[in-house]
């Protein structure tokens, strides 16, 4: 319950994420300086200035990225999108192993589903396809395959700081030799 809360006061104000904050706070008060705190409002201009930030700011604004990537919560402008869409289609969902984000995802074609939700998941899932790292169900179900068949351009990866979609292009291209099969599953 404390590295849960922990992770949520770190997704809504970057200064409770103190590695983030020391890589990104000069590019915050540059780039960022017109944008209210809180809400994860400064992360999100973060992102959305990312080819104008120092190399170091966006490894972490990634890094938070990936470790965020399976609670819908801790992405808090893409949590208070979709909250009424959560409660009217995923209300038996916790969250949590992306439960609540598989759900949405199932039901965003939906006529009564918000368009604003449906937009900025659909921004998620385009970030999501652009790098492993980002999908969790990937990353487990094909640790073994990406490995074993993708190693080298999983180990070419120079840093974190993404995207990179050489580890999914590796395995769509050899969906016919993965050895595990909801890895194979996944990738289809």
């Known amino acids: 319950d404390e ?14 994420d103190v590695m983030l904050s020391d890589m990104c706070s000069a590019d915050a008060d ?10 994860g409002r400064i992360q999100e201009c973060l992102r959305e200035q990312r080819p104008r930030l120092s190399w170091d700011c966006q490894e972490e604004l990634f890094r938070q990225e990936v470790e965020n990537a399976d609670d819908l919560r801790l992405n808090v402008v893409l949590f208070n ?21 598989d759900c949405l995802e199932e039901n965003r074609n939906d006529p009564d589903f918000s368009a604003e939700c449906k937009a900025r998941f659909e921004e998620m899932m385009e970030r999501r396809a652009e790098d492993f790292r980002l999908d969790v ?16 351009e999983k180990d070419s990866l120079d840093s974190i700081a993404g995207y990179d979609a050489r580890v999914i292009q590796c395995l769509q291209d050899y969906k016919e ?10 990738v289809k």
């Open 81 to 101: 999108s979709c909250l009424n869409d959560k409660k009217k289609f995923c209300s038996n969902k916790n969250f949590g192993n992306a439960q609540v984000k």
């Open 137 to 152: 169900h990937l990353r487990e179900l094909c640790r073994q395959d990406i490995d074993e068949i993708c190693g080298y």
């Open 30 to 39: 540059v780039l960022c300086s017109d944008v209210k705190p809180g809400g």
């Open 177 to 186: 030799d993965l050895q595990v099969p909801a890895c194979k599953k996944q």
């Open 3 to 16: 590295i849960q809360k922990t992770q949520v006061e770190a997704a809504e104000d970057m200064a409770m």
